[in-house]
Structure formats: C-alpha cells, structure tokens
C-alpha cells in the first residue's frame, strides 16, 4: 500500500506554528557576541499577551524589522495560523539558561479546530534564545521546535524520537512510534523533508504513504554537509485517528554545538 497523499489542510498547523509566529534565525554556531550577552530581555509576560490578543497592534510593537524578522510576513502567519485554529493560545515562560548563563524562552501553543465532523488538536512548542533592545525582539535563535496535531477524540498518543540538533553529514535516525500497542489495528505512514519555503508559506506537502509492519515509522536520514537545519513531517494513520507531527533539526558544525 503506497499512494500519494497531501497532508489534509487542517493539518497546516503542525508545520512549525510557532516560527509562522516567530521566524527562525539560526547562526553557524551558537557562542554569544558581546553585544548579544548584554542584551537586556523583555518581560515575558508582554509578549504571551501580545501573542493571545485579538488584533495585531500588541505583538507588532514588540517587533524590529532585521535579521530573521519580518513583522508584516510574521503577523500575516500568525492570522492564517488563527484562521486554522480559532481558539489558539499561547503560553510563554523561562527556559533553563544555557551553559554560558544566557536565559531562554520556552513557548507553547494549542488549539482545536473543527472540520467536516473532526476535531483536530493542535499542540506545539519552541525553545528559543531571544534578543531584544530593551523595547523590542530583534533577534533569536531557535533551539528546539515540535509541533504535533491529532484528529478524533480517540487518536493514538505517538512519541516523537527526533534529535533536536545533528552533526553536518551526520545519519540519524527519524522514528515517531505508537505508545500503546497495535492490537492489530491497520497502520500507515510517511515522512518527508520540508523546504524552507514550504516551512515559510505553512504549505501541506504531499508525501507517500505505506503500509507500518510496526508500532511506528522508522527511518534513517542524513544531515545536510553545511549547517543550517533540517524540518521533517510526518503523517501517520490509524483507524482511531491520524497523527501529523514536525519537528526541525539543527544542523551544527561542530560537537559543542550539539550541547547547550
């Protein structure tokens, strides 16, 4: 069983939401500059405001045009992302601090959107080192970025078994398995790499999907020669409900870059 299948449109959310709402930077190495160190952050609570309220004024105040930030393409997203998902919230908080001291932000978001009879839930997350000028973001680098979203009341729980960062080069393994047993059920799935472009628009790939002769999808890939980043998504169906996750991956240089 093999056949060509988009990724249903409600399912548009699960590529990288939270980069429609806050687009990636992702420098060659991770090491602060000294201007970065000194960078003074927002509160948090001003920006999971700016994110949850109804219109665009809050959030595009918190902006600077530069680097990785186009306020006009990010407010854009972020109402066709609203579009998909109406009751849409966003929940910020403190990351761990990285191993030089820097602070972090993790941000979470979830939905539910109703679509031909079917429920489809939403949930994401980021981990971001943001920079700011004292008023407004200029600046992140995305460290960790998943989102996942489930149609039917009954959809299987899966586990999304990705790295969030690889060497240059480096083969890696690309799993999203089932948590409970199959007991039988009929499975199938596909995975396929995004293009930047695609992560850009939230375009719906079409991808091949096979028949599962496990309790997942299992996979091996290989890391681009240069660093940057990789954005894998994945469909998986199941007769209680379908499962479309995405997930990106740095792609870094050298081996301290792996850890934070």
Not at 209 to 230: D, R
Request: hydrophobic share 40%; proline share 10%; no cysteine.
């Amino acid at each position: 069983m093999a056949s060509p299948r988009p990724l249903p449109a409600a399912l548009l959310g699960a590529l990288l939401p939270l980069t429609g709402v806050l687009p990636a930077v992702m420098p060659a190495a991770l090491a602060p500059t000294p201007a970065q160190a000194a960078t003074p952050a927002l509160p948090l609570p001003a920006l999971e405001a700016a994110l949850n309220a109804s219109g665009d004024a809050g959030l595009e105040a918190l902006l600077q045009k530069g680097p990785g930030l186009n306020p006009p393409e990010l407010l854009a997203r972020r109402r066709q992302l609203r579009d998909q998902f109406p009751d849409l919230q966003w929940r910020v908080s403190a990351g761990a601090p990285l191993r030089d001291g820097r602070p972090t932000v993790s941000l979470k978001v979830s939905g539910t959107r109703r679509q031909g009879g079917t429920t489809f839930r939403l949930d994401g997350e980021q981990w971001l080192q943001l920079q700011s000028d004292g008023t407004r973001f200029t600046g992140q680098t995305v460290l960790r970025d998943q989102s996942i979203v489930r149609s039917g009341e009954q959809s299987p729980p899966v586990s999304v078994l990705i790295p969030d960062a690889v060497l240059t080069g480096q083969r890696y393994d690309v799993d999203v398995i089932f948590d409970e047993p199959l007991d039988g059920a009929l499975t199938a799935g596909g995975i396929t790499a995004l293009t930047p472009e695609q992560v850009a628009a939230m375009e719906s790939p079409t991808m091949e999907l096979g028949a599962l002769g496990g309790g997942g999808l299992f996979k091996t890939v290989q890391a681009p020669l240069t660093p940057g980043s990789q954005t894998w998504a994945v469909l998986l169906v199941h007769p209680r409900g379908v499962v479309s996750a995405a997930k990106r991956v740095r792609v870094v240089a050298d081996r301290r870059s792996l850890e934070l």
